[in-house]
């Protein structure tokens, strides 16, 4: 809280600079004299198996459905029409890279054939360099014996991918023309990407059945929102002028979308595309959940029988596969880029290498189709069992020789930070931290962000999950802490050198496509089911947003203010602290937000690991036919918590760049 | 321009027949000996597989029987309980194979819905308790009585206990009355939720490794009581009817026998894959022993299947009859 207050605080107006922080140190102030008044008095606490009229009711809505299935005229001619039409092209793509059809027992394209496909497709969209790691990284999935699951998920999420584009980039260019779309839209965005994928993996199967089509809608439901997001962002970000002289010169509204719009913004649609696959990459083991295929099944299986090393090197896998796609994307955006600014030098060659290129991948495709050595990955994956057995192996030394240590880290942060701050929240009346926190996004974010808590607060109060979620927003708030003062660590570190950016980078990475589930196993044995080992989790997966956010805004403070302060004698920690920091303001408040959000996304991983609260009562939901509308309402509370702070942090930022 | 042209598809062409030339066995020469099946008769089977590994190896044996006896196309769906009770209806799952309890699920889909019934006991006997980890129960024999769980709250706290003794629950999806059976003996313990299986055998093996004081929810039949032999604490005697009242249970879970459930269609099929389900039945050895080449020895299913099956023709030749 601490670090919105710092962030936002120093603003244009002189008076404002110095009564804001004034302001929200009174309130704080205000707050701890009440708590010590009023403790525990009106805290709405509700017990684990204890449910509210809405959770029953929702129970009811539930059932219904679930019985009306057969005779309900929108599954008979809506739903299970979607479904068939996912299906078929589920099944079609499984069966040209993944799973035999018909009397073939293998796939219609062999390893060397999708390889070959791989490396010429990123050749062409991008550059050789990307090529090259394109090529080397599939052939790693068959080196680690794990040929067909990696054809499994790329199958889904390629087909997840497509549908979320196919419905994602029109959307996002409507909402890029329309401000009422637009406003329409974006409350809906949220909700799909901060709503618990395990609230609606139940409903989904039941509306969708088990299989492939599940499995994509689920993606999809989560990885459509970047998609339209950045179309229209792209499509809102194409100059004025331009569109303007268009105008001047006749053009059509869909001429100038088609001449003009969408040929400028192409470059950051593609981007929308890059991060479309990432989250789709990201639902790989949440889907396995619901009986998709692929590498995230590896994973859950294996870590039924806390097997870490076979999770690992699954989890290395996804690992791999979101880096390729990740680079490969991006060099196509900056493709599109330079052949706007004008042909390259081999721009002559071009042509008929590409032509030759796809003619020596079709040879590589047919002869995959045929022969049974190109068709089959050869070997048995032993580069596989040694990753798992290193990481075993590690994963035990680190069990065996950092306990102690861990423990004394975890007592101190949960009894000297967590348990104090969630007492604070737990035990004040609803009304006041309710008041609080209003109070605190009125004066942060202004009069809007206020009634927007106000309203959160609110509904808040309406899921009957109140003492739960003050719970989890207590262990929320600690892991923003912890992963902005990460954020700043490294992003100052990465920021200032290149070194540092370029060692560091891939790291990041992979913590962010890691499936959290492989390293939650070594936290636990470090850490016990606590909340903090949830925290840990949370940060994990934070940090690395937050501290690429801060890099970049480190860089960019321009090169000549840093070399007058050196000049002016300042030394390397004056620079950081009094130059580099204060300009890269609203970075940090952007990598507040974004900290915040993706800590919240953990928040039912978090309940695996003993986090309890909101996060165990939607696994329980999903466990538990009776529970299911108390998941539902705790998926809800996410959503409004993820929301407040969203509006909150968003409109603090505005501020400070004003 | 053209010349480089010209070379390249020669060189293509080259590669392209070198790579042909020397091609090696094609796809679909020998398939055909890969499946034996010509029977036919049973056709597909829907096999849900609940996310234990005591139930991955109930279903790895009758799969394996049923693909190699009965020459049916088995389809292995990894599912929760929830999710897989909810496919019967939707003709997406055919059986569940160990079924512990859940009496909501068959009022739900049994009484209600009309969309699935029993099919028999598994043959295992479920219990559920409170365990510690062996050396606990070694050095303070005493506490495998639930009376002095009190002279010992205190050793079991934990910074999430709130200054309580901690009782460590698992998994949601599991059967459990333990904040009741706190309240109503008068323990000073708190209930914590390590919410997950995983979390749950994570906490027993360190804490049997670093004698650390746990005491929490656990299960048998479970593969990890043959990596820790977890000791069990007995509470206040089950007695029929005791736990009738779930807010007022004083007493220790029943005993569970494990059964099946089917999918009403494929009970009413004359599919030999459904005599199959409503035959198997074997002991919770047999499921240990399979669960244990699983999950210590890392076999595959299809392998641990196989080897329980070889070294056990009698009882499987039992369920086929």
Redo the contacts between chains.
């Keep these: 809280m601490a670090a919105v207050a710092d962030a936002t605080a120093p603003v244009a107006s002189i008076r404002q600079k110095v009564s804001r922080p004034m302001v929200v140190a009174a309130i704080l102030v205000l707050w701890l004299l009440l708590f010590a008044v009023l403790r525990g008095r009106q805290t709405l606490t509700l017990a684990a198996a204890d449910l509210t009229g809405l959770h029953r009711w929702l129970n009811d809505v539930n059932d219904s459905i679930g019985a009306n299935r057969n005779s309900n005229p929108v599954f008979l001619y809506f739903f299970n029409e979607i479904r068939l039409v996912i299906d078929n092209l589920v099944t079609f793509v499984q069966s040209l890279i993944s799973q035999p059809s018909g009397s073939r027992p293998v796939p219609q394209i062999g390893w060397l054939g999708v390889v070959g496909l791989v490396g010429y497709v990123s050749w062409a969209v991008g550059n050789w360099r990307v090529a090259l790691l394109a090529v080397a990284g599939f052939t790693f999935f068959g080196l680690q014996g794990l040929w067909q699951e990696s054809m499994d998920t790329l199958a889904l999420t390629l087909s997840a991918v497509l549908v979320a584009l196919v419905i994602g980039i029109p959307l996002g260019v409507w909402a890029g023309l329309s401000d009422r779309v637009n406003r329409i839209m974006t409350p809906f965005l949220d909700f799909m990407q901060t709503m618990p994928t395990f609230v609606y993996l139940a409903p989904l199967t039941l509306i969708f059945l088990i299989g492939g089509a599940s499995a994509v809608i689920t993606t999809v439901i989560y990885a459509a929102p970047p998609a339209i997001r950045i179309t229209a962002y792209a499509i809102r970000s194409v100059p004025e002028t331009t569109v303007e002289a268009a105008d001047s010169l006749g053009a059509t509204r869909a001429q100038q979308l088609v001449k003009v719009l969408l040929p400028m913004s192409k470059r950051t649609v593609v981007v929308g595309v890059n991060q479309t696959i990432m989250a789709a990459l990201a639902m790989v083991t949440i889907a396995a959940l619901i009986d998709a295929p692929g590498l995230g099944k590896t994973v859950v299986q294996a870590l039924q029988s806390l097997d870490v090393g076979t999770a690992f090197n699954a989890g290395l896998a996804i690992v791999v596969m979101a880096i390729v796609l990740d680079r490969v994307t991006t060099a196509a955006a900056v493709r599109t880029e330079s052949r706007r600014t004008g042909e390259g030098r081999f721009a002559k060659w071009r042509r008929p290498l590409l032509g030759a290129g796809g003619v020596a991948a079709l040879v590589l495709v047919y002869l995959s189709h045929t022969y049974v050595w190109a068709a089959e990955f050869p070997g048995d994956g032993t580069v596989g069992s040694h990753i798992a057995s290193a990481a075993d192996t590690t994963s035990t030394w680190l069990q065996d020789h950092l306990f102690g240590l861990t423990n004394a880290l975890r007592d101190a942060v949960t009894n000297g930070l967590l348990n104090p701050f969630q007492t604070l929240l737990t035990d004040s009346p609803w009304w006041l931290v309710g008041a609080v926190l209003v109070a605190l996004g009125a004066v942060l974010g202004g009069r809007r962000a206020g009634v927007t808590a106000a309203v959160c607060v609110g509904l808040l109060v309406g899921t009957g999950l109140w003492s739960d979620s003050m719970t989890t927003l207590a262990s929320t708030v600690v892991a923003t802490i912890l992963t902005m003062l990460a954020g700043v660590v490294f992003g100052v570190w990465m920021g200032r050198s290149t070194l540092a950016d370029r060692l560091i980078r891939p790291t990041l990475d992979a913590a962010q496509v890691m499936p959290p589930f492989v390293y939650l196993v070594p936290f636990l044995a470090l850490f016990g089911a606590t909340r903090f080992t949830a925290i840990i989790a949370g940060v994990v997966y934070a940090a690395p947003v937050a501290i690429k956010i801060i890099a970049d805004g480190v860089r960019n403070v321009s090169e000549s203010t840093v070399e007058a302060a050196t000049s002016a004698g300042c030394n390397s920690w004056q620079i950081i602290t009094k130059v580099q920091l204060p300009m890269a303001r609203s970075a940090l408040t952007l990598a507040t937000n974004q900290g915040l959000i993706y800590v919240l996304s953990m928040v039912v991983l978090g309940g695996l690991v003993g986090a309890g609260a909101l996060g165990y009562d939607v696994v329980a939901g999903f466990s538990q036919g009776e529970l299911y509308g108390k998941g539902l309402a705790a998926g809800l509370a996410i959503v409004l918590l993820g929301v407040m702070f969203d509006r909150i942090t968003q409109a603090a930022a505005r501020r400070t760049r004003a | 321009?053209s010349r480089?042209?010209r070379a390249?598809?020669a060189g293509?062409a080259v590669?392209?027949l070198t790579?042909?030339a020397c091609?090696?066995?094609?796809?679909?020469?020998s398939?055909s000996a890969?499946s034996k099946s010509s029977g036919g008769k049973c056709g597909t089977f829907n096999l849900a597989v609940n996310?234990?590994?005591g139930y991955?190896a109930d279903a790895a044996v009758v799969a394996y029987v049923a693909q190699h006896d009965l020459g049916c196309t088995v389809n292995k769906?990894?599912?929760?309980?929830?999710?897989a009770w909810?496919?019967f209806?939707?003709g997406?799952?055919d059986a569940v194979l160990e079924n512990w309890g859940h009496d909501?699920?068959k009022k739900?889909y049994i009484t209600?819905?009309k969309t699935a019934v029993e099919a028999g006991s598994t043959g295992n006997k479920g219990i559920i308790g409170w365990y510690v980890p062996p050396w606990l129960a070694k050095a303070h024999p005493d506490i495998t009585n639930w009376e002095s769980l009190n002279k010992y709250a205190a050793n079991f706290k934990?910074?999430?206990s709130g200054g309580k003794g901690q009782l460590?629950d698992g998994?949601?999806?599991y059967v459990t009355n333990d904040?009741a059976l706190v309240t109503n003996l008068k323990l000073n313990f708190k209930?914590?939720?390590?919410?997950?299986?995983?979390?749950?055998?994570?906490?027993f093996?360190?804490a049997e490794k670093?004698k650390q004081w746990l005491i929490g929810y656990f299960y048998e039949p479970q593969?990890f009581l043959s990596e820790v032999p977890l000791v069990k604490v007995n509470l206040p005697k089950y007695t029929t009817g005791c736990d009738a009242d779930?807010a007022k249970v004083a007493c220790d879970y029943p005993v569970y026998d494990l059964d099946k459930i089917v999918s009403t269609s494929f009970a009413k099929s004359d599919s030999p894959a459904y005599k199959l389900v409503k035959n198997f039945n074997w002991t919770n050895d047999d499921q240990n022993t399979v669960a244990k080449y699983?999950?210590?020895d890392?076999l595959s299913d299809d392998a641990a299947a196989k080897k329980w099956v070889d070294a056990n023709k009698d009882k499987v030749d039992a369920w086929l009859k």
Aim: glycine content about 14%; proline content about 3%.
């Design positions: 321009m480089h042209w390249g598809a293509l590669l392209g790579l042909t091609g090696g066995a094609k796809v679909g020469d398939s890969g996310p234990w590994v991955e769906k990894d599912l929760k309980e929830e999710i909810q496919g209806g939707t997406e799952v909501d699920l739900k209600g819905q934990t910074s999430e460590l998994d949601p999806s904040a209930v914590v939720y390590a919410g997950s299986e995983t979390a749950l055998i994570q906490a093996r360190t670093n593969w779930a699983i999950a210590q890392k």
